[in-house]
């Protein structure tokens, strides 16, 4: 499973995730606008860091949400696919490759990851949350699993007056991960054939 796979997962989770009790006001925030956060619409530049701290791979393209359980990634550059959930199920579309990937939610993404994404946990039952402060226009908030098994170390979120701004994964192999939003709407109204998938023809399918 690829590493965009994972992270596009997880932010889809955290958003998906319902908030519990209020703390201090960078996580108070945070919790706020995961609670108020119902669709989501923003384009986006993911960035891949070695453990050199050099970038390997830059993509672009736009993501959808609508909650409960259903998101949207297309990647449009520098090649283009397509990861579409919905209905507990994940469809990952390498157009290049002519092949689609089906998979269960759960086995898409990480144990963890894909427990938040279903709703059923919630981040203080599953994360340590602790402010970073400011950097640049965003404010950050860091995610440390409290599963020790975890997939990865930490989450960071950047939040931009209210709003999702960025999000940084480290993982356990060195690799960091790192997302900038723009263009960002929150609670648009979306058509429900965004969430639909539909194998072109011609292109092979697997599923698991």
Known sequence: MSKITIFAGLIAMM??????HAED?????????????????????????NEAGNPTQTSYGV???QRPGKFRWDYLK?????????SGKVWFYDTDLEQVTVKKLDESVGSTPALLLSGEISLDDN???EHQGV???????????KNQESSFKYVLIGLNNDS???????????QLTRIYFSNVILNPPLKQTLFEF???????????
């Open 15 to 20: 958003l998906f995730n319902a908030p519990g």
């Open 25 to 49: 006001k960078p996580v108070r925030q945070l919790k706020a606008f995961l609670k108020n956060t119902k669709s989501l619409t923003a384009d986006f530049k993911q960035v891949l860091i």
């Open 198 to 208: 539909n194998a072109p023809k011609g292109v092979d399918v697997f599923s698991d």
């Open 127 to 129: 994360f340590t949350m």
């Open 63 to 65: 993501f959808y949400l």
């Open 78 to 86: 520098p090649f283009q696919q397509q990861i579409v959930s919905t």
């Open 164 to 174: 999702l701004g960025g999000m940084e994964l480290s993982d356990n192999f060195g």
């Open 135 to 145: 950097d640049g226009d965003l404010m950050w908030v860091k995610l440390l699993p």
